[in-house]
T-cell receptor, first 110, second 113 residues
Framework: QKEVEQNSGPLSVPEGAIASLNCTYS??????FFWYRQYSGKSPELIMS????GDKEDGRFTAQLNKASQYVSLLIRDSQPSDSATYLC??????????FGKGTHLIIQP | EPEVTQTPSHQVTQMGQEVILRCVPI?????FYWYRQILGQKVEFLVS????????KSEIFDDQFSVERPDGSNFTLKIRSTKLEDSAMYFC???????????FGPGTRLTVL
């Protein structure tokens, strides 16, 4: 059974601070790792993908992957109120369906 | 920017009725997926479709479910005899297969009464 675990939160972060979101996964065969953002009542929106160990930066977002620890994280720098959403961690083997975590509810306090 | 579209946005049906949910994936994408999200729960994979056949399906995707690509643009999910527990948001996603990134449509909210 493939599992992805996330702290459901809510995680409350002051505006302008760094938000740190974490995820662990059970399937060692996982090859591709994603962070999606989901606003209430909306569909998941892809914000980051990462495939190899280390860090990957895109604008205010940094994804980190450690396959040995089966751990993925997302850092959001200079957090904005518009970043308030649920962040979903998802993993897959090659071209398979995504296995999602339950998501972490992030609240950015103005 | 190309996007996945889904129709209808909301479908209300009676228990036992058949429903067809429709999706138009991004035009150059080759891999298609259906997911569902029951209110307050996580997004769950249902089925993946590639080269005109199912490539993977989850335990949720039982004989009541079927998928079809009836033409070059549409991708459909049929639920033959809906149950109350089928009430959920259904998301279609597509990928070009080069990097496994999947892009989601806006979803269809299915309500079974």
């Amino acid at each position: 059974q493939k599992e992805v675990e996330q702290n459901s939160g809510p995680l409350s972060v002051p505006e302008g601070a760094i938000a740190s979101l974490n995820c662990t996964y059970s399937d060692r065969g996982s090859q591709s790792f994603f962070w999606y953002r989901q606003y209430s009542g909306k569909s998941p929106e892809l914000i980051m993908s990462i495939y190899s160990n280390g860090d990957k930066e895109d604008g205010r977002f940094t994804a980190q992957l450690n396959k040995a620890s089966q751990y993925v994280s997302l850092l959001i720098r200079d957090s904005q109120p518009s970043d308030s959403a649920t962040y979903l961690c998802a993993v897959t083997e090659r071209a398979d369906g995504l296995t999602f975590g339950k998501g972490t509810h992030l609240i950015i306090q103005p | 920017e190309p996007e996945v579209t889904q129709t209808p946005s909301h479908q209300v049906t009676q228990m036992g009725q058949e429903v067809i949910l429709r999706c138009v994936p991004i035009s150059n994408h080759l891999y298609f997926y259906w997911y569902r999200q029951i209110l307050g729960q996580k997004v769950e994979f249902l089925v993946s479709f590639y080269n005109n056949e199912i490539s993977e399906k989850s335990e949720i995707f039982d004989d009541q479910f079927s998928v079809e690509r009836p033409d070059g643009s549409n991708f459909t999910l049929k639920i033959r005899s809906t149950k109350l527990e089928d009430s959920a948001m259904y998301f279609c996603a597509s990928s070009d297969g080069t990097d496994d990134e999947q892009f989601f449509g806006p979803g269809t909210r299915l309500t079974v009464l």
